[in-house]
């Protein structure tokens, strides 16, 4: 009797409940869903399973973001480690938020990268030194993504080879490789074959998986734009990142 009691009063005991307790909810929550595509209702979002490096992108769209409220959410496991951060567009817009973001989403811990939105009918060389200007890549950081995903009246062969002095202006000047974003149609339609090389960031969305080649040089995998997410008040693309913790280390600035 007496090594029972101690045993109910033990506070490892409780521990073990609770987290039993906890475990069973999540199994009858999860009842009828896909388990490796469920929801996750404080994200309010699916979330894609296997994959362990969750991340956001934002603009001045999301308003002013409490960065600390981002990197403290958490469910089952699922945290922010990641943010893309719009820096600039074209050749004269800069997001009036990204010194903000950049400054406090590093200071919260997460681990930040800046994105250029590219206009194909500008100059590509242009666009890279107006980005390259704005944004300082530190050691740790995530290497420089443009997105591109419209052509804007100009030709595949024009946005593409803009696209190449950008990229390589970038690339020169880092001596990091950028990351192209852009969404899968846009892809397999213009990029396909032509950029394989640098390492992707593609939005396909509301999909369980993925719906591209297994050889394509995808990192980053946009899965919804529809997340919620604490300390910010507008909805909120989310993405994946393919590898794991140690791969998305090696990923990192120098």
């Known amino acids: 009797m007496a090594g029972l009691l101690l045993i109910l009063l033990s506070p490892f005991y409780y521990g073990y409940i609770l987290r039993f307790g906890s475990a069973t909810w999540r199994w009858i929550l999860d009842i009828g869903q896909d388990t490796k595509y469920r929801t996750y209702k404080s994200f309010n979002v699916r979330i894609p399973g296997g994959y362990t490096v969750h991340g956001i992108d934002v603009s001045s769209y999301q308003g002013k973001i409490n960065w600390q409220k981002v990197k403290a959410m958490e469910e089952d496991g699922v945290q922010i480690k990641f943010a893309f951060i719009k820096a600039t567009e074209g050749v004269l817009l800069s997001d009036p938020y990204f010194q903000r973001n950049w400054r406090e989403a590093a200071r919260a811990g997460i681990t930040c990268g800046a994105y250029h939105f590219f206009l194909p009918q500008k100059s590509g060389l242009w666009q890279a030194r107006f980005f390259l200007q704005t944004v300082r890549v530190e050691k740790g950081d995530l290497p420089m993504v443009v997105d591109v995903e419209k052509l804007y009246r100009t030709t595949p062969e024009k946005m593409r080879a803009q696209l190449t002095l950008f990229i390589n202006q ?18 397999q339609d213009y990029l396909q074959g032509y950029f394989d090389e640098y390492p992707l960031w593609i939005a396909h969305y509301y999909q369980p998986q993925l719906n591209i080649g297994s050889k394509t040089n995808w990192q980053f995998w946009q899965h919804s734009d529809k997340a919620r997410i604490n300390g910010i008040n507008q909805k909120v693309d989310m993405s994946i990142f393919r590898g794991d913790t140690v791969a998305f280390q090696k990923l990192l600035v120098k």
């Not at 970038?170 to 892809?187: C, D, Q, R």
């Open 170 to 187: 970038v690339e020169a000047k880092t001596g990091v490789k950028p990351i192209i974003y852009t969404n899968i149609s846009f892809y």
